[in-house]
């Protein structure tokens, strides 16, 4: 009975929302609505969880002298003044919350999202480098592409519609394989937790 | 078009079923090989000779949004490692973009067994799990970096981090978008549905090998459905 | 708890399968068959499996010692015999034998009468030595070979019968010459030539064994005087046990063994075992990539310092795609309502802001209305900040409606209910009644024009799909560049009526509408750039790599 439960609330929940979306009725719309938002608040709660490893972890680097214990004082520092000024100043839209985010946070994430354009040189200069039939096709449809993106602020627009052809018709072919595999995959997946088979979840 | 998805729907789970009690009754079916996983196998041998952790990132993506089916394929594998780590003893430290995922972790970890390795929550920004994750494999220095599950370009900056620290790398992913990025900054890299399927390759449990076949079976299906409609679009039947 | 053989899941006491894996946990009731492994029924006498018996066989019935057949088994008993009947032409060849391998107070002094073979266990035992004080034990009763060999004299073969003593050369001599002078003498009989015996090549020459110089004898060790262990020698001095271990030679140390040879010294010297776990040391390219990086960099920081390139006026044709953006815009009449979705992380901001900016700039020119609206949770702030740069005034020409939470489901949420979603504004928590520019507007009926900027695919998807359907206004989007490609049949289909795919199309906007600001600048570095990272790879790519097959 006890493994039972878990499944019957699973699959029946899935269900339940699952029909929402096909069938049409006042009171499945009620109901799949009502579960939908009890999934978010759920979720909301998770963070919680998650405050909490935060600071377990990084309390015990500190305590301990591991590798990289400075970065965890700083870590827990800005949690607490970020938690901290966000309830006491009503919310994410307080000043103190907002100017940590608009000239700290942003300007961060950024700057750490930049290096991106770098480390994808590097990544595709090794990756062109394996002398693969996979990477020698890679290799000419990036250069063609890259081509095609530099010529759209030059006269050279047949480049540019060679890239363009080549986004759209090969590209996109190969594309759509993956995504359809990707869905059959989602969807197997879903299947497998709705008919009570699988269990991600704990008893 | 609702009643020809829930046809597919009623379709695929019936097929699923099928394939799970045929699978329980005959036994494993033969599977191709992926030589991404077989990696994997050999680096679970090598984290045990060396006493090296494993890092495993089940990706930035959440339980109970749009890429929950995608997460809980990273899980699965986190699952396997978390089984293997409590069985030969190798660490196992996985980091987490979200604390729903964060849950599942802790629950592997005291289901199959303290083995050392410790559970990050960094943080639900993809571009500072990135760097969190990151800085998590300069300290822990693990012998393997396994990432698959749900990433977006951030994967970037987690895989160059290891690569220049001379860690292994076993990676997958379902946006297209970012496979390119998959496949030129690993040498072992899984593609798409493959990714849906190493659970079934290395755990070998019936309902996940029964996912692969009906996946397979359905994958034929819709071949055969869209050349027909090409024809027939072509020839101007329909 | 009960332990899965097989995937070693924990599983209650009493269960008879695995709740994972499904496999058996209790032995099955049966005989196990010992060929295939295959369970059978205790009453079964063969395998349903292979067919082979379950049933042991019986243990073969005792023959009288008579009846046993008399073969030789034993190569031994055979020279046993041999020695006893044939003539000892060995005798010699057995002393050269001793006088190598053994030291010379370990040599038997055998009578020529008494020669035995040294190879004959029962004899050899018979003349072992105790140590000092010991005693030996009484010899075993002597054991007669499992199998009888009895030759009487009628049965021995005729070669036997006339075997003659054969005696050897003293000496043998430094080549191999004492073969040629051997006489066989059973083969008297037949005249048989003697094979000539070929040149001992150099190889094997070198193999020959040296004799070696006998060795100075051990010094007597010293008895224990006192303690449980007097009187006994050869102990370990309790010095030696604690002190540092002796020096083990290196390979390369070894002195000659007596052996000799070229060969085997060369064999000896070989190279370190690989170690079992190679860890991987850190790359050698490491200095490469940073030079790649460099060179990127600089790629990006020139142009952008002296201002070149610029944006080319004129000639390159403006995308289809940013044409109609620009066209469904400008048909807005002034007044319209505009919802703006910004469903882009902050670090998708520096192109996608350079993307958003002139939209809301046209946005502003036109007069319209805009909401602002996000399914990220930073999202609300990155909107916040652009809508006061793009010049909005909050509360009368634009307001921000805060977080989404849930992709599909808010968007599903937003799309059928039939009052709004969103009650509260994000920057001062009123309500949203207390605005009386948007008052006419009640969920997502009486729009304009739905415009969304997308970083992901997710969201931009779940826009078209979710709320495309079920609103009348038209939607345009302004994507990052490599969403483009997945933006572009929505735009094909008409799902979406614009689109904007990075900073590039973000240029041409901006000169469509004569307000050249940030994307004007940067798009032309940027393909600048996009050229140099294109020579980079394609002179790695020339350059010698390792190849995998």
């Known amino acids: 009975m006890r493994k039972v439960i878990p499944i019957l609330v699973a699959v029946l929940t899935g269900l339940t929302v699952l029909a929402d979306f096909f069938i049409t009725h006042p009171i499945l719309d009620l109901v799949g609505r009502t579960l939908l938002q009890w999934a978010m608040i759920v979720a909301a709660f998770a963070f919680v ?53 608009r000239y700290v946070q942003y300007p961060l994430q950024a700057t750490v999202m930049a290096l991106l354009a770098f480390f994808a040189l590097s990544a595709g200069y090794r990756a062109f ?64 937790i709705l008919i009570g088979m699988d269990k991600p979840y704990s008893d | 078009m609702n009643e020809l998805s829930i046809a597919f729907l009623l379709f695929f789970a019936l097929f699923l079923y099928i394939a799970f009690v045929e699978v329980r009754i005959r036994g494993k079916p033969n599977l191709r090989p992926m030589p991404a996983l077989d990696f994997l196998k050999e680096a679970f041998q090598k984290a045990i000779e060396s006493g090296r952790p494993l890092h495993v990132s089940p990706g930035t993506g959440t339980v109970g949004e749009k890429d929950t089916a995608e997460t809980l394929a990273g ?49 639900p920004e993809k571009g500072i799990y990135a760097a969190g994750a990151a800085e998590v494999l300069k300290n822990e220095r693990p012998i393997l970096n396994l990432a698959l599950g749900p990433f977006g370009y951030e994967f970037l900056l987690l895989s160059e981090a290891a690569e220049s620290q001379g860690i292994d790398q076993v990676a997958g992913a379902t946006d297209p978008s970012v496979l390119p990025f998959v496949y030129s900054s690993t040498e072992h890299s899984l593609i798409g549905e493959e990714v849906f399927a190493a659970k079934a390759y290395l755990a070998k449990e019936p309902q996940a090998l029964a996912g692969v076949i009906a996946q397979d079976v359905m994958r034929f299906i819709l071949i055969i459905g869209i050349t027909v409609g090409v024809i027939l679009k072509t020839l101007g039947v329909i | ?79 046993l015999t041999i020695e006893e009947e044939a003539p000892d032409f060995l005798a010699d060849l057995r002393a050269k034998v001793q006088e190598v391998v053994l030291p010379e107070e370990e040599r038997e002094v055998v009578p020529p009468e008494e020669e035995k073979p040294i190879f004959i266990a029962e004899e050899r035992y018979e003349e072992e030595k105790p140590f000092e004080g010991e005693e030996l034990p009484p010899p075993p009763a002597e054991e007669k070979p499992a199998v009888a060999v009895e030759y009487r004299e009628e049965e021995l073969p005729d070669w036997l019968k006339e075997a003659e003593e054969i005696v050897l050369p003293p000496e043998p001599s430094a080549s191999a010459d004492w073969l040629k002078e051997v006489e066989i003498p059973w083969l008297e009989e037949e005249i048989v030539e003697v094979p000539v015996l070929a040149e001992i090549p150099p190889w094997l020459e070198a193999l020959r064994p040296v004799e070696k110089a006998p060795e100075a004898p051990p010094p007597e060790e010293e008895a224990e005087e006192k303690g449980v262990l007097q009187g006994l020698k050869g102990l370990l001095k309790p010095a ?72 080319p006026s004129g000639s390159p044709p403006t995308p289809p795609g940013v044409e109609k953006f620009f066209q469904t815009v400008e048909a807005l009449p002034p007044g319209s309502f505009v919802l703006v979705a910004f469903d882009y992380e902050p670090y998708m901001a520096g192109e996608m802001e350079s993307v958003a900016y002139p939209v809301l700039t046209h946005l502003k020119g036109k007069g319209c209305r805009v909401a602002m609206i ?48 969103v009650r509260y504004d994000y920057l001062q928590g009123k309500p949203l009644d207390s605005f009386p520019a948007f008052q006419s507007v009640k969920g997502l009926k009486g729009w304009n024009l739905i415009v969304l900027f997308s970083g992901q695919s997710s969201t931009l998807l779940g826009w078209i799909e979710q709320v495309g359907s079920t609103v009348e206004a ?75 097959a």
């Open chain 3, 240 to 311: 030696a046990i604690f002190g540092p271990p002796e020096k083990i030679p290196l390979r390369g140390e070894v002195a000659e063994l007596s052996l000799g040879g070229e060969e085997i010294q060369k064999l000896i010297k070989l190279k370190p075992a690989v170690p079992a776990v190679k860890i991987k040391a850190p790359p050698k390219e490491i200095r490469t990539h940073r030079l790649i990086h460099f060179i990127l960099l600089l790629a990006v920081l020139i142009p952008m310092l002296l201002g070149w390139p610029s944006m």
């Open chain 3, 474 to 548: 038209p939607m345009v989007a302004g994507v990052i560049s490599g969403l483009k490609p997945y933006a572009e049949p929505y735009l094909g289909s008409g799902q979406l009526k614009g689109l904007l795919g990075g900073m590039a199309d973000a240029a041409f906007y901006e000169a469509m509408l004569g307000k050249p600001s940030a994307a004007t600048r940067a798009a032309p570095v940027q393909a600048f750039a996009l050229l140099i990272a294109l020579l980079v790879i394609l002179v790695g790519s020339l350059m010698r790599g390792e190849s995998h």
């Open chain 1, 129 to 192: 480098r394996r002398r693969t039939l996979e990477s020698t096709i890679m290799l000419l449809s990036a250069s063609l592409v890259l081509l095609g993106y530099a010529a759209i602020m030059t006269d050279l627009w047949p480049v540019s519609a060679l890239k363009e052809w080549v986004l759209s018709v090969p590209a996109m072919a190969g594309v759509r394989g993956i995504l359809l595999g990707v869905a059959l995959g989602i969807t197997a997946t879903g299947l497998r």
């Open chain 3, 1 to 79: 708890m009960i332990y899965c053989p097989n995937c070693g899941t924990a599983n209650r006491e009493g269960s008879k399968y695995c709740n994972q894996c499904g496999a058996r946990l209790t032995p099955e009731e049966g005989i196990r068959c010992q060929i295939c492994g295959a369970i059978n029924s205790p009453e079964n006498e063969k395998c349903v499996n292979c067919g082979a018996s379950l049933k042991p066989a019986p243990p073969p019935e005792e023959k009288p010692a008579e009846e046993l057949p008399k073969v030789p088994v034993f190569p031994e008993e055979i020279i």
């Open chain 2, 75 to 123: 899980l699965g594998l986190l699952e396997y490692a978390q089984r293997q780590g409590g069985l030969y003893g190798i660490p196992v430290t996985s980091t987490f973009f979200h604390p729903t995922a964060m849950l599942s972790g802790y629950d592997f970890k005291r289901k199959f067994g303290p083995a050392g390795g410790r559970i990050y929550f960094i943080a």
């Open chain 3, 374 to 421: 996000s399914l990220n949770p930073a999202g609300p702030a990155l909107a916040q900040a652009l809508g006061e740069r793009a010049g909005f005034l909050y509360g009368e020409e634009f307001v921000n409606l805060g977080y989404i939470p849930g992709v599909e489901a808010g968007l599903r949420a937003l799309g059928t209910s039939e009052g709004w979603l």
């Open chain 1, 49 to 101: 969880a998650g405050l909490l490893n935060i600071f377990f972890t990084h309390t015990s680097r500190v305590f301990h002298r591991e590798k990289g214990w400075g970065y965890s004082i700083v870590v827990i520092l800005a949690m607490w003044t970020v938690l901290v000024f966000g309830f006491v100043g009503n919310g994410p839209h307080g000043y103190v919350v907002s100017w940590i985010f």
